[in-house]
């Protein structure tokens, strides 16, 4: 899910490490990103009289999909009938769009299961199994390795675990790093790759209030979109799936969100936070203000420029208000102070237990650290546009076939060889201008970094401007032509030295540099691995086991109620309903991006305009949420996490249920839009069947 901007709040520490987060007996409000394998019983049955069985648990489990693109999403019917954000599908939304339908901006309705539309290159996970391979993964790493050489033995057994549960179970396996190395588990997911468009609103409808309104609250957004998974040409037999409720979310009403939150840092210790605040944060968003400056400058060439640079575009300028919200947060110092005091806390307690003090030297090792990565942090090769990202795969492919499987890097084992070849292999369009104008900033951002004196910017740019030499790259390629990449991955080694391909000779030139940094990049993750699994450990011997870790863009459960909150002294409704958004669109003189779409208008009076809109609740989530089912304990589809709200922004490390909220589509409205604003009934009848 999108993350946010944030302003100063005062946060108690609700890091893993303090003394709130951890126990669920000693669970703050309803924090926490949930193992559906290790769910706090005892903390729902205490706080809201529940207890979700096991079958309720494998149901919620099975009913929820993970979009490869990034993003979470759930079945809805029987038939593959699937739900999610309408900027969760906009990558693909773009990518089916042309010049004369553009779908993105436009909306898309299928009459029919022959009109829903093939997208082209996207994959739908279904986690169906957990399994902990904690010990034998730990087992591979010996006494006395170094670091390199532990990086490589973990690799290498995590390998063969994926590879060996894959050939058996014909199912994608993944294993999953958590609690910052303190356990591993191996997640098996069913893998749909024929998915189709079924509905999607007009932009202005799902992206209600732009930029201005996003990660705001009060909203009116109906940001959703329908698919549906095929298998051997026919729509999917999906038998978990969410009913639709008749009702939708009440206010105090216990509510449950399944989803995928992409990563969390709450692990992280208060010299790691310092590197996120005073280094990498400012690097990360100096690279974002450029990005967008670029995209909005090649926007205003034409209509169509337009068109082709949006996605990108919006991606980047929500990018953009999340980095400020992460380092807003920890600029601010009651959130510093408050971490560091926790952290002193834990270290005193560690040190003083003869069975723990071993542990104590975690937290300076993940402090040196930090140190060599301020070294290395501008040093890096960042190229990746489409086509190079294209060539890239295609070159580090031939090199990686020709190693056993455990010793490949984890792009191009087995056990993601579909997945790899499926985005490698996309028909979907690449735009030579965007790139070229992506690519050439890209070069020139790398010289302004390493200097333009240095012997592989000179070497990329051949005597050339950054630009010059982009354009030469991208009109001289072949990549753009599928038949050609997969006839260079079959030849391997031989055709890419035999190709006179400019982007191919790119990724060849620099990828020893790149494999260089990714080893230094392994081997401080493996030194900071090994010191965060101490820490884990210490959290365990002192606040037991039953604790929730990092998310990691595997599939969670959270919970809470739906609840307003007070906003400078001003209390604000847990819900909006439709006659506020036409109220929103006339308070900002219908303009720009508080301008509803005509089939809003065209339909006003056979809606009710006391439908409820978008709501918010207490649900601990973070960016990958987006597209998360709301449910109740009854397994009814109630609402659909869209965003959260502004005090939300510090969810990468703190928790608070003060004012942070998660926000969500109503069920009525995605239900009654559908039927009386876009005249698909086909799918209303279908919901929850």
Request: glycine share 6%; with cysteine.
């Amino acid at each position: 899910m999108k993350t946010t901007l944030t302003r100063r709040i005062i946060i108690l520490a609700v890091f893993l490490l303090t003394g709130c987060l951890g126990r669920v007996s000693d669970l703050c409000a309803d924090e926490g990103m949930w193992l559906f394998n290790n769910l706090p019983k005892d903390a729902l049955k205490k706080k809201y009289g529940f207890v979700p069985t096991e079958k309720w648990s494998e149901h919620v489990m099975k009913s929820c999909v993970r979009f490869n693109v990034g993003g979470s999403a759930s079945f809805v019917s029987s038939n593959g009938l699937v739900m999610t954000n309408h900027h969760v599908a906009s990558d693909t939304l773009y990518k089916l769009s042309t010049k004369e339908n553009n779908y993105a901006a436009d909306g898309f309705l299928a009459k029919n299961l022959e009109a829903e539309l093939k997208a082209p290159d996207l994959e739908l996970n279904q986690l169906v199994n957990i399994e902990d391979v904690t010990k034998r993964v730990n087992d591979a790493v010996k006494a006395g390795m170094s670091s390199s050489d532990a990086a490589a033995a973990r690799r290498a057994v995590i390998a063969t675990i994926e590879k060996e549960a894959g050939e058996k179970s014909g199912l994608r396996s993944d294993v999953v790093t958590l609690y910052g190395g303190g356990k591993y588990h191996l997640y098996q997911y069913k893998v749909y790759t024929d998915v189709r468009l079924v509905w999607a609103p007009e932009a202005a409808a799902a992206f209600f209030g732009g930029d201005a309104d996003n990660f705001e609250y009060p909203r009116f957004c109906l940001d959703v979109t329908m698919f549906r998974v095929y298998e051997d040409g026919q729509p999917a037999k999906t038998p978990h799936f969410f009913k639709w409720s008749k009702n939708g979310a009440d206010e105090e009403e216990l509510t449950f969100v399944a989803g995928n939150p992409g990563r969390t840092s709450r692990i992280l210790t208060h010299a790691a936070l310092r590197y996120q605040r005073d280094h990498r944060l400012p690097f990360v968003l100096d690279f974002i203000r450029r990005r967008e400056v670029l995209l909005q400058q090649f926007g205003l060439e034409s209509d169509e420029a337009k068109r082709r640079a949006q996605d990108n575009l919006f991606g980047i300028q929500n990018a953009r208000k999340a980095y400020l919200g992460k380092i807003q947060g920890l600029q601010d110092p009651s959130n510093m102070w408050a971490k560091l005091k926790s952290e002193k806390e834990m270290i005193a307690k560690v040190k003083a237990d003869p069975d723990l003090a071993n542990l104590a030297d975690a937290w300076e090792t993940i402090s040196s650290v930090q140190k060599k990565r301020i070294q290395s942090m501008k040093r890096g090769i960042s190229l990746r546009t489409k086509l190079f990202t294209i060539a890239q795969q295609i070159v580090q492919l031939a090199a990686e076939n020709e190693k056993p499987n455990a010793e490949r890097l984890p792009a191009y084992r087995d056990s993601a060889r579909a997945s790899l070849e499926q985005q490698l292999f996309s028909p979907a369009p690449i735009y030579p201008d965007l790139e070229q104008a992506i690519l050439g900033d890209l070069i020139g951002r790398m010289c302004e970094m390493r200097g333009a004196g240095d012997p592989l910017c000179r070497k990329i740019l051949k005597r050339l401007s950054p630009n010059d030499r982009a354009a030469a790259m991208v009109s001289g390629t072949k990549l753009m032509d599928v038949d050609f990449r997969k006839e260079l991955v079959k030849q391997g080694k031989s055709g890419i030295s035999m190709t006179n391909d400019p982007m191919i000779h790119l990724a060849v030139l620099v990828d020893e540099e790149v494999r260089k940094e990714m080893a230094a990049a392994d081997e401080l993750s493996e030194m900071e691995q090994q010191a965060y699994a101490k820490i884990a450990k210490a959290i365990f011997a002192t606040q037991g086991t039953s604790t929730y870790p990092d998310a990691t863009f595997t599939l969670r459960l959270a919970f809470g109620p739906v609840k307003g909150y007070m906003e400078n002294g001003k209390n604000i409704p847990a819900m909006t309903d439709l006659a506020g958004a036409f109220e929103h669109e006339k308070s900002h003189g219908a303009k720009g991006d508080y301008k509803l779409p005509a089939t809003y208008h065209a339909a006003k009076e056979a809606l009710d305009l006391k439908t409820p809109a978008n709501f918010v609740n207490t649900t601990d989530i973070i960016g990958g949420n987006s597209g998360s089912p709301v449910i109740n304990k009854e397994l009814e589809v109630v609402g659909l996490i869209f965003d959260g709200n502004i005090q939300s922004l510090t969810g990468d490390y703190f928790y608070s249920e003060k004012q942070a909220r998660s926000v969500s589509v109503h069920s009525n409205f995605i239900r009654d839009a559908m039927k009386y604003i876009y005249g698909a009934e086909r799918i209303v009848n279908e919901l929850g069947r």
